[in-house]
């Protein structure tokens, strides 16, 4: 069975300082792998997802996630936090292959993200 | 990205009554959508897996009676709570996937606030 670790519940950043989310995940085979946000009240919203190819991949609002096959890792990070980047962020691992209800994403706990003025 | 929509996003009733809500995919049609139940502070729990023109997949635990999926079409589904209870009282988030080309992407909703009182 799949899993997902988020092992950070909470974490504070100063605004301007680097960002780095960590996120473990375990699964039998290449996973795919995903980042989301969500702000409070809100649904979640795609940051970046990784399938195969590349390890680094880039994201949206100037996010990134590093795939890492012998950590089982996918990290995001943000080298400049903006106060609007506070909002809780969730990592994501799904099977390949589209369809199907046995094909569902598991999501971590989740990280809480703080932004400090 | 994708838009996912949901209605309504909040919504009040009373124990015992039924309360519908409406997922769409406005842009792309889903090949599945999935609805989630999140409490505060919470992960998403998945509920159940729906493919359009199928009967939805339930999770263990989430009773089939109680919360009726319909797939009408590859844009629309709805949940209906059926005799809601206070218990009942959450943030459901539903989510469609759309194929991309080397994979797929996962699009959420923005949720719908329930509370039966």
């Known amino acids: 069975a799949q899993s997902v670790t988020q092992p950070d519940i909470h974490i504070t950043v100063s605004e301007g300082a680097s960002l780095e989310l960590r996120c473990n995940y375990s699964y039998g085979a290449t996973p795919y792998l995903f980042w989301y946000v969500q702000s409070p009240g809100q649904g979640l919203q795609l940051l970046l997802k990784?399938?195969?190819?590349?390890?680094l991949v880039q994201g949206i609002k100037g996010f990134e996630a590093e795939f890492k096959r012998s950590q089982s890792s996918f990290n995001l990070r943000k080298p400049s936090v903006h106060w609007s980047d506070a909002a809780e962020y969730f990592c994501a691992v799904g099977a390949h292959g589209i369809t199907g209800g046995g094909n569902k994403l598991t999501f971590g706990t989740g990280t809480q993200l703080k932004v400090e003025l | 990205g994708a838009v996912v929509s949901q209605h309504p996003s909040w919504v009040i009733c009373k124990s015992g009554t039924s309360v519908k809500i409406e997922c769409r995919s406005l842009?792309?049609?889903?090949?599945?959508m999935f609805w989630y139940r999140q409490f505060p502070k919470q992960s998403l729990m998945l509920m159940a897996t729906s493919n359009e023109g199928s009967k939805a997949t339930y999770e263990q635990g989430v009773e089939k009676d109680k919360f009726l999926i319909n797939h009408a079409s590859l844009t629309l589904s709805t949940l209906t709570v059926t005799s809601a209870h206070p218990e009942d009282s959450s943030f459901y988030i539903c989510?469609?996937?759309?194929?991309?080309?080397?994979?797929?992407?996962?699009?959420f909703g923005p949720g719908t606030r329930l509370t039966v009182t």
């Open positions: 990784y399938f195969s190819g590349d390890t």
């Open positions: 842009d792309f049609q889903a090949t599945t």
């Open positions: 989510s469609a996937r759309r194929p991309s080309v080397r994979g797929y992407e996962q699009y």
